[in-house]
C-alpha cells in the first residue's frame, strides 16, 4: 500500500495495525517451544536435601573451592575398589554439591553416576545417566564430553543388544575424536572393535583393534595395549590360531608386571594354558596352569574363573576327575552370578562327574548348566524389553506433551483469531457509526446553512419593504 493510499484510507489504519499485532501473536504462539530437560535427567542432576557438611566430613573431604573435585576423586577410587556401597553415598554428597556449582560440576556427577550404575549392572539406569551427562555436555559445546559420553552410551547400547544405535553413537564419538585428535580415541576404537566381535564379524573387529593398539601405543598406554591384545588372543583362540594367540598373550604378560595389573596376567596364564591344550600339549599346558595358580598364591590373589576352567580341565584330561569336581565346586561356591564363565563351569563339572560314573548327578548338573544358560538369557531379554518399554513410555510422554502442547497452541491461536475478528466487527462498526454520524451532521449543516440563506433572504426582503415604506 503507498502513502497516497494510506493517507485515503485514514480510518483503517488503526485497523490494519490491530490486525498485524493479533497475527503477529498468533504466529508467535504456533512457533514450537524449547522445552527443558526431562524427568529422567532431573532425577540426576535434583539435589538431595542433606547436610553437605556432614557428608564431607565423612568422607573426609575438606570444605572448599576444590571440595567436589576431591569427592569425585574419592568415588572414582571406590568404584575402582569395588566398593559400591560407599560410592553411593559419596555420589548423594556430590549432587548435593554439584546442583550448587556450574555445569561441569554436574556433568562430571551425572557421568560418574552412569558408571556407577554400569558397574552395578544396571544398564538401563546408567544408559538414562549418560544420556543426562550427554545432554549437559551438548548444551554447552564440550566437545570431549560429547564424545567421552556418545562413547558410554554405545557401550550401554550394545550391552543392551541395539548394535545398531550403539554404532551410530560409537561412530559419532570416532567421528569427533578424530576431528580433535583426542588421545583417548583408542577406547572408541576398542568398543567399536567389541561391537563388530559381538556380531561375528571378526574381520573388522581386528581392523579396530589394531587401530587402538596404534593409538594406545601412541598415547603411551601399554596397559591398554596389552589389554587389547588379550581380547584378540581370545578371537584367535576361537578360530583355533593359536600361534598368534600365544605370540599376543606372551607380549600382553610382559606388561602386566605391576602389581596394580597382576589379575589380568593370572588371565593371560589361562590364554596360555587353553593354547597349548588346544595344540594337544598338555605338559605346557599343566605348566602355565601351574606357574598361574603359583603366582596367584605367592601375590594373595583371587583365582579368576577362566583359570580354574583350564585347570580343571587338565585335570580332567591328566584322569583327575574328583580333583576337577572339587576345584569346579569351590569355584562356583564363590562365583558372582553375572560371571561370564559360570555357564562354562557348570558344564564342566557335569562332564567331570560323568568321568566319575555320577550319572545322576551329572545330569543334574547339566541340568543347572541350561538353566542358567536360560535365565542369563531371559534377563538379558527382561533387560533388552524393559528398556525398550522405558523408552517407549518416554515416547508416549513426550508425544503426549507436544499434542497438549499443540493443543494449547491452537486454543491461543484461535483465541488470538476470534478476537481479531471482534475487534474487526467492533472498528468496522465503529467507522460505520462513524460514517453515519459524519453525514447526519453533514445533513444537519446544509439545512442549517438553507435556513441561514432563507433568513438572510427574508431579512433583506423585510429592510427593502421598510425602505420603501418611507419613500412613500
Same mark, same amino acid.
Given at each position: 500500500? !503507498?502513502?497516497? &493510499?494510506?493517507? &485515503?484510507?485514514?480510518?483503517?489504519?488503526?485497523?490494519? =495495525? =490491530?490486525?498485524?499485532?493479533?497475527? !503477529?501473536?498468533?504466529?508467535?504462539?504456533?512457533?514450537?517451544?524449547v522445552r527443558a530437560a526431562g524427568a529422567v535427567c532431573d532425577r540426576f542432576e535434583r539435589a538431595p536435601t %542433606?547436610?553437605?557438611?556432614?557428608?564431607?566430613? +565423612?568422607?573426609? $573431604?575438606?570444605a572448599g573451592a576444590d571440595a567436589i573435585e576431591r569427592l569425585h576423586a574419592s568415588i572414582d577410587e571406590r568404584i575402582k575398589a569395588g566398593d559400591f556401597e560407599r560410592a553411593r553415598a559419596a555420589m548423594t554428597c556430590a549432587r548435593a554439591l554439584a546442583a550448587r556449582g556450574d555445569w561441569r560440576d554436574r556433568y562430571e556427577t551425572v557421568r560418574r553416576d552412569g558408571v556407577l550404575e554400569y558397574r552395578l549392572e544396571r544398564v538401563p539406569e546408567a544408559l538414562d545417566a549418560f544420556e543426562c551427562a550427554l545432554g549437559i555436555a551438548e548444551r554447552n559445546a564440550y566437545r570431549p564430553g560429547i564424545a567421552k559420553q /556418545?562413547? &558410554?552410551i554405545g557401550a550401554a547400547l550394545m550391552r543392551l543388544g541395539d548394535f545398531r544405535g550403539a554404532q551410530t553413537?560409537? +561412530?559419532?564419538?570416532?567421528?569427533?575424536?578424530?576431528?580433535?585428535?583426542?588421545? +583417548? %580415541?583408542?577406547? $572408541?576404537?576398542? &568398543?567399536?572393535?567389541?561391537?563388530?566381535?559381538?556380531?561375528?564379524?571378526?574381520?573388522?573387529a581386528l581392523r579396530y583393534y589394531d587401530e587402538a593398539i596404534e593409538n594406545y601405543r601412541r598415547a603411551g598406554d601399554d596397559i591398554e595395549v596389552a589389554h587389547t591384545m588379550e581380547t584378540i588372543s581370545v578371537m584367535a583362540l576361537d578360530r583355533?590360531? #593359536?600361534?598368534?594367540? %600365544?605370540?599376543?598373550? #606372551?607380549? =600382553?604378560? /610382559?606388561?602386566?608386571?605391576?602389581?596394580?595389573?597382576?589379575?589380568?596376567?593370572?588371565? =593371560?596364564?589361562?590364554?596360555?594354558?587353553?593354547?597349548? #591344550? %588346544?595344540d594337544g600339549d598338555l605338559d605346557a599346558a599343566r605348566r602355565w596352569s601351574g606357574d598361574g595358580l603359583a603366582f596367584a598364591a605367592e601375590h594373595g590373589l583371587a583365582i579368576p574363573s577362566v583359570l580354574q576352567l583350564q585347570t580343571a580341565r587338565i585335570e580332567r584330561a591328566d584322569g583327575q576327575a574328583p580333583a576337577a569336581i572339587q576345584r569346579l565346586s569351590e569355584a562356583l561356591r564363590d562365583l558372582p552370578a553375572a560371571d561370564p564363565h559360570r555357564i562354562a563351569l557348570?558344564?564342566?563339572?557335569?562332564?567331570?562327574?560323568?568321568?566319575?560314573?555320577?550319572?545322576?548327578e551329572a545330569i543334574a548338573a547339566m541340568r543347572e548348566a541350561k538353566d542358567a544358560e536360560r535365565r542369563d538369557a531371559q534377563s538379558r531379554f527382561d533387560r533388552q524389553i524393559a528398556?525398550?518399554? /522405558?523408552?517407549?513410555?518416554?515416547?508416549?510422554r513426550e508425544r503426549k506433551i507436544a499434542t497438549l502442547e499443540h493443543e494449547s497452541r491452537q486454543r491461543r491461536l484461535w483465541t488470538g483469531v476470534v478476537a481479531l475478528i471482534a475487534l474487526a466487527i467492533a472498528l468496522g462498526v465503529g467507522l460505520l457509526s462513524l460514517r453515519r454520524n459524519q453525514r447526519a451532521r453533514e445533513r444537519a449543516a446544509a439545512q442549517q446553512a438553507r435556513y441561514e440563506e432563507a433568513l438572510q433572504r427574508y431579512r433583506s426582503e423585510a429592510e427593502a419593504l421598510r425602505i420603501d415604506r418611507r419613500l412613500l
Open positions: 500500500m !503507498t502513502a497516497k &493510499n494510506i493517507e &485515503n484510507r485514514g480510518g483503517f489504519i488503526g485497523l490494519s =495495525a =490491530a490486525m498485524v499485532s493479533v497475527l !503477529t501473536l498468533a504466529l508467535a504462539l504456533q512457533a514450537p517451544s %542433606i547436610d553437605t557438611a556432614r557428608c564431607l566430613r +565423612e568422607f573426609e $573431604v575438606e /556418545s562413547k &558410554n553413537v560409537l +561412530e559419532r564419538s570416532l567421528a569427533i575424536q578424530r576431528a580433535d585428535r583426542s588421545p +583417548e %580415541i583408542g577406547s $572408541v576404537l576398542n &568398543n567399536l572393535g567389541d561391537l563388530y566381535r559381538e556380531q561375528g564379524d571378526h574381520k573388522n583355533g590360531d #593359536t600361534r598368534t594367540a %600365544i605370540a599376543l598373550l #606372551t607380549r =600382553a604378560m /610382559s606388561e602386566f608386571r605391576h602389581e596394580g595389573q597382576r589379575p589380568y596376567r593370572l588371565r =593371560a596364564y589361562a590364554g596360555l594354558a587353553r593354547a597349548a #591344550t %588346544i557348570l558344564e564342566e563339572r557335569a562332564l567331570a562327574l560323568a568321568d566319575v560314573g555320577a550319572q545322576t528398556w525398550q518399554r /522405558s523408552r517407549l513410555e518416554a515416547a508416549e
